[in-house]
C-alpha cells in the first residue's frame, strides 16, 4: 500500500512563491506516476500537473503552465511542486496523487493514492 502526506502550503501574498512537497511510502514509488491536484471552495478537483516515473515527461494545466513546475526525487520518495507568481485563483487545497502507470493522465478518478491535502491562501 501507498501512503502520501504533502506539506509547504500556507499563506502567501500575489507574486509570491511557495513549496509543495509530498513525501510517499512504498516499495515502488519509482515505478508511479505522481499528479498534484487542486480543489478551491464551491468547484471540483482540477488537474495541475504530472510527471512520469522516470521524471523526464510532465504535462501541466494550462493555467499554470509557465508558473509551477512538478519534480520528483525517487531516491527519497518524495514529489515537489514549485509555485511561482502565485494567484488569488491558485487557493485551494492541494492533494498529490499516485498511479501504477508509465502512461500521464490528467483525470483524477485514474489515480490510485491520495494525499489527505495541503491548503494555499493567496492574497491580493
Known amino acids: 500500500q501507498v501512503q502520501l502526506v504533502e506539506s509547504g502550503g500556507g499563506l502567501v501574498q500575489a507574486g509570491g512563491s511557495l513549496r509543495l512537497s509530498c513525501a510517499a511510502s512504498?516499495?515502488?514509488?519509482?515505478?508511479?506516476?505522481l499528479g498534484w491536484f487542486r480543489q478551491a471552495p464551491g468547484k471540483e478537483r482540477e488537474f495541475v500537473a504530472v510527471?512520469?516515473?522516470?521524471?523526464?515527461?510532465?504535462y501541466y494545466a494550462a493555467s499554470v503552465k509557465g508558473r509551477f513546475t512538478i519534480s520528483r526525487d525517487n531516491a527519497k520518495n518524495t514529489v515537489y511542486l514549485q509555485m511561482s507568481s502565485l494567484k488569488p485563483e491558485d487557493t485551494a487545497d492541494y492533494y498529490c496523487a499516485a498511479r501504477s502507470s508509465s502512461i500521464l493522465s490528467k483525470i483524477d478518478r485514474s489515480y490510485d493514492y491520495w494525499g489527505q491535502g495541503t491548503q494555499v491562501t493567496v492574497s491580493s
Open positions: 510527471i512520469g516515473s522516470s521524471g523526464r515527461t510532465t
Open positions: 512504498g516499495r515502488t514509488f519509482s515505478t508511479y506516476a
